[in-house]
């Protein structure tokens, strides 16, 4: 399978590459910002709406989930890549009918996610009628016409899906997963399902609560912080505050990655005067390189070596009471963990044993431990499995539910987290189930739905008929691209609620629909008044975000009216849901919220309060877990080590600095020395050598799978580059292509985008 690269529109021909940088943020960041957003924004309206970015009566950032925290600077709580993501949404530039009389959609098609995202925002509601060549206008009653005489057709409603990005508010989350329950099924696949769905399944099971248990007032009072897969100087730029933070206070900072990300290295922070200057604050006390998928190895590694410290010297090392008290399982595991073997360690993590052993006395020496992680953890096969040992190691040392320890899988978007609690999710539990029965007196489907990759399959296989997206980008976002497009395109209907233009809007169904709504940054007034709406962070705290910029078009409507008009057209009075009501006022939908999901006791004056509230977590607040045991559980993790067949390559799919998820910023990834070009392979020299290829090579990419399927990737550089050996990386969504559909984490089923086996071959061969 070949994916024909739509690169025609991208001028990558003066890409240039220099030496990685050494650390993040500083002068070069506060330039990029303001160089990006006057851009897209105009300097007034940059002025305006960076300065209520995350401010309590402002907005919530659209970047990222990171917490706020208590001391906002009053310059604005943001980023340089949190300004991008803010100017992408609040730009001038507009995307009009006569955009699409002018585009048709196999010309849209044929260009990158880069030069569609530039066009600028959506205006109007379009239509793209079967065997049509262009969308053309269409009014929100013949386009909720349109979506309801297509599910009327369906023989049962779970011949539909309805994807969920992470930006959805709490209030659209809710009202849309309610809609799709009343309509008959679970089928609700979400961004999650390619993100921290390991995360959610392996703590689920271990501790009873798919969510993080520390807060940001944890994270300064840590001895230790491990920061395992993660890469926060890009894609958390104000976690680096954080750890910056902690390292003032005294704590020790691990970074384990392939490659020495110069976010984890060193940071300047730009909203300090000093940190614009001086040389800013090393950040990694120890940089572990570790090989993809080398980091079950390195928790079982530092598990044996805990349990041989407690032998060594009884009663010291271990949280004996709490492995009593509240744990269950220790026995089976620890049996299980002495037998772990070194070759296989030093094999799986590429690590030195003396390193390992370093951090472990560093471990030793630390009262409290923090574990952060993200897309490096959990995009593999054995991911649950990694997650849950992570697990292991802070069980062993009492390091949850109290302060400074826990642990802390950081979420991408902004409301990924939220969207979750609100019932975004094909396997929703009994009781949340039962709560929205009685709250809203009908009977929720019980059969479990469709994730993702599962609702890719069973569109393939015609067993889903209509495809609805509430943001994102689920063409380019999901694995395996060519069979993807394949599958939408068996579709009778393919629906997107966006705010901005993307290749989910040239590859479509039979007919389409493209609806346009409201940013974060947008004022959203209805009814009965000017709305806020609510979203929830990766530390669990629940707060408001208020929009304040004139809307970019007038035909917009917020994702709450959208999802209520639908409802109400698709269902009839077939459920007794006030829509109209919620549309007017979503503190009626607050209401509801309180009523079905635990935690929300009192929303609508809690929220009010500036900065909001925080969640229950079980775990965190009181040491108790909701699991099956009622403890915390250890659990018993098989080391497999991935091993590739010689003249392979293991590759991971990764983020530049300038781009977000599948929306594509700019062409330059600044701290990996990389301009003005994205279509480049990092490899170590060393493996260059060993494989025959040279620095600055045109090659193409491809993989290899047990399915038998050669997948390629055509015309990437070479980029000589000091990875961990035997590691590749390269940009994703250009690499989609690339990671089977079927190549997918045990238990919870996410796409393996950073462990895909490759050959690199020259270009065009
Ligand atoms: N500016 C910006 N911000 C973003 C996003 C964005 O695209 N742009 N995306 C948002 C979203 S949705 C998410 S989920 C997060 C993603 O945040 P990250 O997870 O930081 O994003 P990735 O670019 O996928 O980076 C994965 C990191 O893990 C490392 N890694 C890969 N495999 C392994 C492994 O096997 N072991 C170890 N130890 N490390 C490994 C990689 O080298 C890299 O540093 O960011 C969010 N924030
Ligand atoms: N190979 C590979 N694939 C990956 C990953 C990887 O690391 N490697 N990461 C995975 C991860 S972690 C994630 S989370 C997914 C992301 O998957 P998605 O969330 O589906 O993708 P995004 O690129 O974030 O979606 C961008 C689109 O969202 C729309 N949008 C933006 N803001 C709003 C809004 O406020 N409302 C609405 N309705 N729409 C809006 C815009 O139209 C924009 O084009 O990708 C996954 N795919
Ligand atoms: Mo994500």
Redo the contacts with the bound molecule.
């Keep these: 399978m070949v994916a024909k690269p739509p690169v025609a529109d991208v001028d990558d021909s003066g890409l240039t590459v220099s030496a990685p940088k050494r650390y993040a943020a500083g002068v070069p960041a506060v330039l990029a910002t303001l160089k990006h957003a006057g851009r897209e924004m105009g300097v007034r309206r940059t002025a305006l709406t960076l300065l209520k970015v995350n401010q309590k009566d402002g907005f919530d950032c659209p970047?990222?989930a990171w917490p706020e925290g208590d001391h906002r600077s009053p310059i604005g709580e943001y980023c340089e890549?949190g300004a991008?993501?803010v100017a992408e949404e609040a730009t001038l530039r507009r995307v009009t009918p006569a955009f699409f009389a002018a585009h048709s959609v196999e010309d849209l098609a044929g260009r990158t996610d880069f030069w569609l995202g530039q066009q600028g925002r959506l205006t109007s509601p379009m239509y793209l009628a079967e065997g049509a060549s262009h969308y053309a206008p269409v009014s929100w009653d013949d386009a909720f016409g349109i979506v309801a005489e297509e599910l009327a057709a369906l023989d049962s409603p779970d011949e539909a899906a309805f994807y969920t990005s992470?930006r959805t508010s709490n209030e659209a989350a809710f009202l849309y997963q309610l809609f799709v329950r009343a309509f008959g099924t679970n089928n609700l696949p979400d961004?999650s399902n390619m993100?921290?769905e390991s995360s959610g399944s392996a703590l689920s099971e271990t501790i009873g609560i798919g969510k993080g248990s520390v807060s940001l007032e944890d994270m300064h009072q840590a001895d230790l912080i491990l920061v395992?897969?993660?890469?926060?100087g890009?894609?958390?730029p104000r976690m680096l505050s954080a750890l910056e933070k902690a390292k003032r206070a005294g704590a020790h900072i691990v970074a384990?990655?392939?490659?020495p990300?110069a976010g984890l290295m060193r940071f300047k922070n730009p909203q300090r005067p000093n940190g614009i200057a001086g040389s800013g604050t090393a950040l990694a006390d120890e940089y572990a390189q570790?090989r993809?998928?080398?980091?079950l190895a390195l928790f079982r590694a530092l598990n044996r070596l805990l349990l041989e410290a407690e032998d060594a010297a009884p009663g010291t090392v271990l949280d004996r009471s709490f492995i009593d008290e509240h744990s269950a399982g220790f026995e089976e595991f620890a049996a299980d963990v002495r037998g772990t073997d070194w070759d296989d360690v030093l094999a799986a993590t590429g690590l030195r044993r003396e390193q390992i052993e370093r951090i472990h006395g560093q471990v030793l020496r630390s009262e409290r431990i923090i574990v952060c992680w993200?897309?490096?953890?959990t995009q593999?096969r054995n991911s649950v499995p990694t997650i849950r040992e992570v697990v292991n190691f802070l069980l062993l040392r009492g390091n949850i539910g109290r302060p400074g320890a826990g642990v802390c899988p950081?979420?991408?978007?902004s409301n990924?987290q939220g969207d979750r609690t609100m019932g975004i999710y094909e396997k929703p539990s009994a009781a949340f189930l039962d709560a929205l029965d009685a709250e809203f007196g009908f009977a929720a489907p019980r059969e479990h739905g469709h994730d993702v990759v599962d609702t890719i399959r069973a569109m393939r296989d015609g067993r889903v008929k209509v495809f609805m997206a509430v943001g994102g980008n689920f063409v380019g976002a999901t694995p395996d691209t060519a069979a993807t497009e394949a599958a939408l395109r068996r579709t009778a209907l393919t629906v997107q609620v966006s705010t901005k233009l993307n290749r989910s809007h040239a590859v479509t169904g039979r007919r389409a629909l493209i609806l346009p709504t409201l940013g974060r940054t947008e004022a959203d007034v209805q009814a009965t008044g000017a709305q806020f709406v609510t979203v929830e962070d990766s530390m669990s705290a629940v707060h408001a975000s208020t929009g304040r910029l004139a809307p970019a078009s007038v035909e917009l409507r917020s994702e709450v009216a959208i999802v209520c008009g639908l409802a109400e057209r698709v269902l009839g009075d077939r459920v007794e849901v006030p829509w109209r009501a919620f549309r007017d006022d979503y503190d009626l939908v607050r209401e509801r919220i309180e009523r079905v999901v635990p935690g929300f006791t009192d929303f609508n004056r809690r929220v009010r309060v500036p900065g909001g509230f925080v969640l229950p977590h079980g775990p965190r607040d009181e040491r108790s877990f909701p699991t099956a045991t009622g403890k915390a559980n250890f659990t018993v993790n098989a080391l497999e080590v991935l091993r590739v067949p010689a003249g392979r390559l293991i590759l991971?799919t990764?983020?530049s600095h300038d781009?977000?998820?599948t929306t594509i910023y700019g062409l330059d990834d600044r701290y990996r020395g990389i301009k003005a070009g994205r279509r480049v392979v990092f490899v170590h020299p060393a493996d260059l050598a060993e494989l025959g290829f040279a620095d600055e090579e045109m090659v193409d990419l491809v993989s290899e799978w047990k399915d038998g399927v050669e997948r390629r990737a055509p015309g990437f550089r070479v980029v000589a580059y000091p990875t961990a050996r035997g590691c590749a990386?390269a940009y994703f969504p250009e690499t989609n292509v690339l990671v089977p559909l079927d190549s997918t984490a045990e238990v919870s089923n996410t796409p393996t985008s950073?462990?895909v086996v490759i050959r690199l071959e020259p270009a065009g061969a």
């Design positions: 970047g990222c890549n991008k993501a992470g961004c993100c921290h395992v897969g993660q890469n926060p890009t894609n958390h384990v990655n392939p490659l990300e570790i993809l998928n080398g980091d993200a897309m490096g953890l593999h950081v979420r991408g978007h990924v991971q990764v983020r781009q977000y998820n990386a950073k462990s």
